[in-house]
């Protein structure tokens, strides 16, 4: 209760403020009206409606940074409430069960109509539920195509990665035609994708994305090397030339953590590879790891 009487002494000390920027005295009164219901409902923990009133009043002024800011004031206190079931719809996704993620997120909207990115993502997710209503298997074209969903989906969303993903899906499986209307609905919705691809038609994704990377090394444009070889892993984490290609760009970085780590890894893949073992026998001489002993050489050299 007292949190309600704070907030409400916060929202009379500013909503006053703001009305007065308004230029007529009928839009005013609207607007005030607006307001009061909004506020009304709020303090009675009904936070969809108090959002909608909200809502008029930015449709009516989008001037009204009280109402922007008490919107997200009460989305703030829904996502607690509905912390659960957001959870749910999570876990469906990252299940690959699209349909029922699609009723859940149903649910969410009735409890909050107007967030941007359920009423976005519902449209996305009833496409992907028609076409693919869930995951279909736990191959690897599958397990490729459920991480490129999961891009489009998010709320941190990624679509070309999504793109590369269903692509390198279609190519591991193509006689599964769901993936080529995945990807259709895709371009059809970010038809950039397709016109910026610069993908020849004959080769495979990886392959381009490690040739692109190289093609950045040999520029010297190292983070975009890292870009493409960090999706190229993303999609196959034991891709052995990526690995190699990802460890000499971050030593051009001088990342040497992240550059042991890459040819480490891509040494416990491929053991008998002579020429990763040159790699970090060098890199142990010029950066030797956190923890590890020092050769007498070296311990002089502190001293």
Not at 273 to 287: I, M, N, T
Request: glycine residues 4%.
């Amino acid at each position: 209760m007292r949190t309600y009487i704070l907030t409400a002494a916060l929202f009379l000390c500013c909503a006053p403020a703001a009305r007065a920027q308004d230029p007529a005295p009928a839009e005013s009164s609207e607007i005030k009206g607006y307001y009061d219901k909004a506020f009304g409902y709020y303090v009675a923990g009904d936070y969809p409606k108090a959002i909608e009133n909200w809502n008029l009043v930015l449709r009516a002024d989008p001037k009204q940074t009280t109402a922007r800011n008490m919107i997200e004031d009460a989305r703030k206190k829904m996502a607690g409430t509905s912390a659960d079931l957001k959870g749910t719809f999570t876990r469906l996704l990252d299940r690959g069960r699209y349909a029922d993620a699609l009723l859940k997120l149903e649910e969410l909207l009735g409890s909050d109509a107007t967030n941007p990115y359920y009423i976005k993502v519902q449209g996305r997710l009833r496409k992907i539920s028609e076409l693919a209503p869930a995951r279909q298997s736990s191959s690897k074209a599958w397990k490729a195509a459920a991480e490129g969903i999961s891009a489009w989906l998010s709320e941190k969303e990624d679509r070309p990665f999504a793109y590369d993903a269903l692509r390198y899906a279609a190519e591991l499986a193509p006689a599964d035609k769901v993936f080529g209307r995945l990807i259709a609905a895709l371009e059809e919705e970010a038809p950039q994708l397709k016109l910026n691809d610069s993908k020849p038609q004959n080769s495979g994704l990886l392959d381009h994305k490690k040739k692109m990377a190289l093609d950045h090394i040999y520029d010297s444009k190292y983070y975009l090397a890292v870009k493409e070889l960090e999706g190229v892993l993303r999609l196959d984490p034991t891709d052995i030339i990526a690995l190699k290609r990802a460890g000499s760009v971050y030593l051009q970085l001088k990342d040497y953590r992240q550059a042991r780590r890459s040819w480490q890894k891509a040494l416990e893949i491929s053991p008998d590879d002579a020429q990763l073992k040159e790699y970090l026998e060098a890199l142990d001489k010029a950066a030797p790891a956190e923890g590890a002993p020092k050769t007498p050489r070296q311990a002089k050299k502190k001293g």
